[in-house]
């Protein structure tokens, strides 16, 4: 039987596309660095077999069919199937073979196969961050920038066509469960995720606080694959922690850059500028990202005014600066950034800028994620948005580090068994240097 909500194609109406308020285009459209965030911000990886996008060089059906056609220089029509035209009356043609043929037609969703034909092409592009959020996804989004929602707390995204964990947030189920950067999730509740979208995934993980979903994961350098159970819960999670040693170091530990994250930052800042410390440990192990924005006003108080923070490229070529906002209260201050795979985006940002704008900052841990793209997310409705990467980034210096990751300066892993004991030697490390440098 049919919900209410749902339409059949047999039912759809073709209506003109609605105009967005342009009001709430301004305020809704930001810019975004992540990897974005799939059980913390929802990530891209969107359906790539679903309608559109199976084959990017079989667009139209003209003597040239097998060439790339930009979108600029394509010609659409219903009707004539010229060199350089795209004839969409195609798209009605599967449509209706699809609405008359299929053997369950009568439980096909018309919203859900429109939908999914725009998340095919987009995901025809090949860039995994570029995709569409249809209301229930913009809903999760909404609610994954805001940081609380229900699930287990962990950024899922997709490397080599594997669903990852990219990072456990502070304090959730997934760290307290032991998942790790790096997991390669196999199974979820014993599906096999192999061709699983990364939406399917994250909507699989997702649950009520107090059900339990099995994550069955590979990690590397072991033998078996293990199964590793999380109690889902309610995820609220504070972005900005500071913890002042009695030795007078500072711990600065960054999780997220989320809504909250440049205001929650500020008033920590507030509280050094009181009584400064001698030197400062910023923490940004294990975040994925987020705000450009929320990266670029944290380093203008951490860099001098007027230095550059990020470089952003676009499709042409033409670069463009993001340079500190003024503010800086901190850059005096010795500095050691704690980085890992689970760092990424902003993140590396932030990290990036420190290292190359300041002489006093030095990195410690493990070679970050690499994720050097910017996307920006536009309303395309009153519930819908349309998610593109724009540009991609380089580090003050010009140096790309998508999927190559930034290097720390001194190399410190961390093991399970430091794990399961509560050591944390790449953190004891960075005190280390940081007591030698300040002569303690």
Not at 130 to 147: A, H, L, R, V, Y
């Given at each position: 039987?049919?919900n209410?909500?749902?339409?059949t194609?047999?039912e ?5 596309e609605?105009t967005?308020?342009?009001?709430n ?27 559109f ?5 079989s ?39 699809l609405?008359?043929?299929?053997v ?7 919203k859900?196969?429109f ?14 961050y ?18 609380k ?6 950024e899922?995204?997709?490397?080599d066509d594997i ?10 189920p997934a760290?307290?469960?032991?998942l ?7 199974k979820i ?15 699989k ?13 590979y990690?590397?350098g ?16 504070k ?8 030795d ?14 440049d ?10 500028k ?17 705000l450009l ?11 001098p ?8 490229e ?7 600066a993001?340079?500190?906002l003024?503010?800086?209260v ?13 760092s990424?985006s902003?993140s ?7 290292r ?14 690499g ?8 309303p395309?409705?009153?519930?819908m948005?349309?998610?593109v990467?724009i ?10 580090i998508?999927?190559k ?13 430091d794990?399961?004991a ?11 240097l ?7």
């Open positions: 039987m049919m209410e909500e749902q339409t194609p047999g759809a109406v073709n209506t003109s609605p967005p308020d342009p009001a285009m301004e305020r809704s459209n930001r810019r975004l660095v992540t990897k974005v965030l799939g059980v913390f911000f929802v990530c891209a990886a969107m359906y790539g077999s679903y309608l996008g199976l084959d990017r060089g667009i139209g059906t003209g003597s040239n069919a097998s060439s790339v056609l930009s979108p600029s220089s394509a010609v659409f029509s219903n009707t004539a199937n010229q060199e350089n035209t795209i004839d969409f009356s195609l798209f009605w043609k599967v449509w209706n073979i609405k008359d043929k299929y369950d037609r009568g439980n096909l969703d018309a859900k196969l939908y999914g034909s725009i998340k095919g092409m987009l995901a025809a592009t090949g860039d995994p570029t995709t569409f959020f249809d209301p229930e996804e913009q809903k999760s989004f909404n609610e994954d920038m805001s940081g929602f229900q699930g287990i707390g962990a899922m995204g997709m490397r669903l990852t964990v990219i990072a456990p947030l502070d304090g959730t760290e307290k469960a032991g790790r950067p790096n997991d390669k999730v196999l509740d014993g599906e096999k995720t192999t061709g699983m979208a990364l939406e399917q995934a994250v909507g993980i997702r649950g009520q606080k107090g059900t339990e979903v099995k994550l069955t994961i990690r590397s072991e033998l078996e694959s293990r199964e590793i159970p999380v109690i889902r819960d309610v995820i609220n999670v972005s900005v922690k500071l913890d002042v040693r009695d007078g170091i500072a711990v600065l530990r960054v999780s997220k850059f989320g809504d909250d994250t205001s929650e930052f500020h008033v920590a800042v507030s509280q050094l009181t009584k400064p410390p001698k030197g400062i440990i910023l923490d940004l192990r294990s975040n994925p990202g987020g924005d929320a990266a670029v006003s944290m380093a203008s108080l951490m860099i005014s007027g230095k550059t923070v990020v470089w952003e676009n499709g042409k070529g033409e670069k463009k993001e340079n500190t003024g503010g800086d901190l850059s005096d201050i010795p500095t050691i950034v704690l980085i890992d795979e689970g990424a902003a590396e940002i932030l990290a990036g800028a420190l190359e704008d300041r002489t006093n900052v030095s990195l410690v841990g493990k070679k970050s994620y994720k050097g793209s910017v996307q920006e997310l536009i395309v409705g009153a519930d948005s349309v998610k990467t540009a991609r980034w380089l580090t003050p210096n010009g140096n790309q998508n999927e990751g930034i290097s720390p300066d001194t190399e410190v892993g961390i093991t399970i068994d794990i399961k509560g050591n944390d030697p790449q953190k004891d490390k960075a005190i280390e940081m007591l030698k440098l300040i002569g303690k």
